[in-house]
């Protein structure tokens, strides 16, 4: 609960070009690792909200990473997040198209 409010409280605080977003990419990238279902997700809903598109490079192994995820609302948020990405910055998430098509459902 507390990671939740803390993300959503700096979503809220700091405008896209503050420098303390760029420190939070550090804490996302440790919680969207982590082995508690309910951190990955706060962070995968956390990033949707937080990350700009220079942003992106540094998550999007981690994102890709997800799209193997044992459990199905994980996958499904970070094929949100990516979706994100894409209207961010469509380049940057090009390639991913097979890796989402190989885990969408027939």
């Given at each position: ?35 508690n ?10 990033g949707?909200?937080l ?7 540094a ?16 996958r ?9 990405f ?13 890796k ?7």
């Amino acid at each position: 609960m507390d990671k939740r409010v803390a993300y959503l409280c700096a979503g809220l605080c700091f405008s896209p070009d503050h420098e303390f977003r760029m420190m939070l990419v550090n804490r996302l990238q440790r919680d969207l690792q982590s082995a508690n279902v309910l951190e990955v997700a706060v962070a995968l809903n956390a990033g949707a909200k937080l990350l700009t598109a220079d942003m992106i490079p540094a998550v999007l192994p981690i994102i890709a990473n997800l799209l193997k995820h044992d459990q199905e609302i994980i996958r499904k948020k970070a094929v949100m997040l990516l979706h994100r990405f894409h209207s961010l910055q469509p380049d940057a998430v090009a390639h991913m198209g097979d890796k989402v098509r190989e885990w969408w459902p027939p």
